[in-house]
């Protein structure tokens, strides 16, 4: 079974179907940088690096099959035409490499089944989207308290959500995901991290460039493992 991206009317589909692939990389007979859809097979396993880097004619919803375990870097770089993605419920996605999905322009939403949990999202897989926000955006402003049933923020959850200035977590809060809060430039003062939270994964607070400080209540070693100054911001991160 093959799963196409929708297009735009007026567009002339020019598709790409390798109903027994495991793996489509840059270098597959048949690559092109003209066309306006792809159709992946349902035995597709991994997307490789730079697959469709710069293809700005790919357009509309691209929906990335349940079996695929990993994106290579680059795979949808600047693909400056798509407008949405889905990963498909079941999926099985474990890694999405460095800038995977940067620079798409007019990339407006990313869904996630909720059951889903990536292992791996590298460096500026996201950035450059300009139009892109977060699942968790509903146009508040000021405060965001995050209820104290989350126990994870999901990856991209809050991206680039306009009008948060500051935002308050509860003791149940375990893990804050892959670029949370990535590009929120109305946050601001200082960040409370609870002791609770065991996790905080690359990127959830970068370019949140008017956030002062972030603040642990105690050194929590579990998170000093696993967190580098890149999870927060670009400028001065203290503890």
Not at 15 to 39: F, L, N, Y
Not at 94 to 122: C, H, Y
Not at 138 to 145: A, I, P, Q
Request: overall charge negative; proline content about 5%.
């Amino acid at each position: 079974m093959a799963i196409a991206a929708s297009l735009a009317p007026d567009q002339a589909a020019q598709k790409i179907v390798h109903e027994s692939a495991t793996r489509w990389d840059k270098q597959m007979p048949g690559r092109r940088d003209d066309i306006t859809c792809v159709s992946f097979p349902s035995t597709l396993k991994v997307i490789g690096e730079s697959a469709f880097d710069s293809n700005t004619n790919l357009a509309g919803t691209l929906t990335i099959p349940a079996s695929v375990e990993q994106i290579g870097p680059k795979a949808f770089y600047k693909c400056a035409s798509l407008a949405s993605l889905v990963f498909e419920a079941g999926s099985k996605l474990k890694a999405i490499g460095g800038a995977a999905f940067q620079g798409n322009r007019n990339l407006e939403s990313v869904t996630f089944p909720p059951a889903l949990r990536v292992e791996t999202i590298g460096e500026c897989a996201f950035c450059d989207n300009p139009k892109l926000r977060g699942a968790g955006c509903k146009g508040e402003s000021g405060r965001l308290d995050v209820p104290d049933s989350v126990a994870e923020i999901k990856p991209l959850e809050y991206f680039q959500c306009p009008g948060i200035t500051a935002v308050a977590f509860h003791e149940s809060l375990k893990t804050i995901g892959y670029f949370a809060f990535y590009g929120i430039s109305d946050l601001q003062g200082t960040i409370t991290i609870p002791s609770s939270v065991e996790t905080i994964e690359h990127g959830a607070f970068f370019k949140c460039d008017n956030v002062v400080e972030f603040y642990l209540f105690y050194y929590n070693e579990k998170i000093f493992k696993k967190t580098s100054h890149a999870n927060f911001y670009k400028g001065h991160t203290e503890f």
